[in-house]
């Protein structure tokens, strides 16, 4: 079984960065399958950025040029660069499975607060 952890996640102003991690134990059976969600209050949970199977970047429109996802392999870590932050990126950040059915059980996340 995968366990996901994710960490980084704080306050920042508008046009601020952050780097978020999602370091993964257990049986992985791909780094590259791993990717980055998001939940904003009253909103449902969405994908925002994981690999293709050559290991770019894929992103959800919203965040396309902003941010940058990538990995250490040797450390099965995850990480997700946050540029140019909008208020509209505040959300709790979740990192699990991307190419297919994530894992039924998420891990409690990591807050992004995007405010003046």
């Known amino acids: 079984q995968v366990q996901f952890v994710e960490s980084g996640g704080g306050l920042v102003q508008p046009g601020g960065s952050l780097r978020l991690s999602c370091a993964a134990s257990?049986?992985?059976?791909?780094?590259?399958?791993t990717g980055w969600y998001r939940q904003a209050p009253g909103k449902q949970r969405e994908l925002v950025a994981s690999f293709t199977r050559r290991g770019n970047g894929n992103y959800a429109d919203s965040v396309k040029g902003r941010f940058i996802i990538s990995r250490d392999d040797a450390k099965n870590t995850v990480y997700l660069q946050m540029n140019s932050l909008k208020p509209e990126d505040t959300a709790v950040y979740y990192c699990?499975?991307?190419?297919?059915?994530?894992?039924?059980?998420w891990g409690q996340g990591t807050q992004v607060t995007v405010s003046s």
């Open positions: 699990n499975g991307a190419w297919g059915t994530p894992l039924g059980d």
């Open positions: 257990g049986s992985i059976f791909s780094i590259y399958a």
